[in-house]
């Protein structure tokens, strides 16, 4: 099972299962799950009702079950631990269900997909994303991912399941869905960035530039040093950025600095800092220490 090859199983729908759930004390039967989310509905004649879908509902329980957020006992759906009350909260523990998977699961793709489009724009620009179909992007992930030569169907990423990854990734905060194209999805991490800044700040107001981007790196394995990013370079025969930060992470980090949702600080030798991609539009261009908003 994974989460690409269940359309319907898509963010939102997975939250309003668990919601349900943990709306009725964490215990939930199938029957009534099925009459909450896959109800008979009228035809606007009133002359017949729409054929309830229940598989449909399975298919997000699944999803759910993947993730660890549910399991069944008997004829109930039952939470494993407490669940999120939010989208936000729901995000979070998806992020780091999938960081911490091994790269035979099947939802490993999730994020070594991601990594593939930070190789992209490193080497290309997130501009050169606009002028390419859907098709051409799965082809080249399927590419790196070791399944140039299976046919669409077969392959753990293609147009079809494109489409649900898009879906997740926005909801993790890595991107935005909504774009004109033909893809509509252009990558951009500081969401997500955000939301893991209590992890990596550790309850520190400032951190040191180069621990930043190590801590950086493990949070979000597909960005800068991190495995899942090394590991494209590697597969795709790109040489890692080499003294400086990526496209996709400088600009990132120069937005969540602009935002004043951290504060990027150059003090002493330039040399010594961490170097951003360049941006001759940005007065910033290095820095030596992170500042963090308390209660972070």
């Known amino acids: ?33 099925l009459r909450w989310l896959a109800p008979a509905i009228r035809a606007t004649d009133e002359s017949s009702f729409s054929e309830p879908q ?37 995000a979070t523990r998806v992020h780091a269900c999938l960081r911490e998977l091994p790269a035979e699961d099947p939802d490993a793709v999730m994020l070594r997909a991601y990594a593939w489009f930070a190789l992209f724009v490193e080497r290309d620009g997130c501009s050169a994303l606009l002028g390419r179909s859907a098709k051409e992007i799965s082809n080249d992930i399927a590419e790196a991912l070791g399944e140039g030569r299976a046919s669409d169907e077969d392959k753990v990423f293609n147009p079809t399941k494109f489409s649900a990854w898009k879906d997740w990734m926005a909801f993790l905060g890595l991107g935005w869905n909504d774009l004109p194209g033909a893809t509509g999805f252009q990558p951009e991490p500081s969401r997500r960035i955000i939301e893991e800044l209590s992890l990596i700040a550790a309850g520190r107001t400032r951190i040191e530039g180069h621990e930043f981007v190590s801590a950086l790196a493990g949070a979000l394995p597909y960005l800068d040093g991190g495995p899942l990013f090394e590991k494209a ?53 290095f820095f030596s220490h992170v500042d963090f908003a308390r209660g972070v």
């Open 1 to 33: 099972m994974s989460l690409l090859s269940t359309p319907t199983g898509r963010p939102d729908r997975v939250f309003s299962l668990i919601s349900l759930v943990r709306a009725m004390d964490g215990r939930l039967e199938q029957e009534a799950a």
């Open 54 to 90: 229940p598989d449909r509902v399975r298919e997000v329980f699944r999803v759910a079950r993947d993730l660890k957020l549910l399991d069944a006992e008997g004829q109930a759906w039952v939470a494993k631990g407490e669940l999120p009350a939010t989208r936000r909260e729901l």
């Open 233 to 285: 370079c590697a597969t795709q025969r790109v040489r890692p950025p080499e003294g400086q930060l990526s496209r996709l992470t400088s600009a990132a980090l120069r937005s969540l600095h602009d935002e004043e949702a951290l504060k990027l600080v150059m003090e002493g030798d330039a040399k010594k800092g961490v170097a951003l991609f360049p941006d001759r539009l940005h007065e910033l261009q």
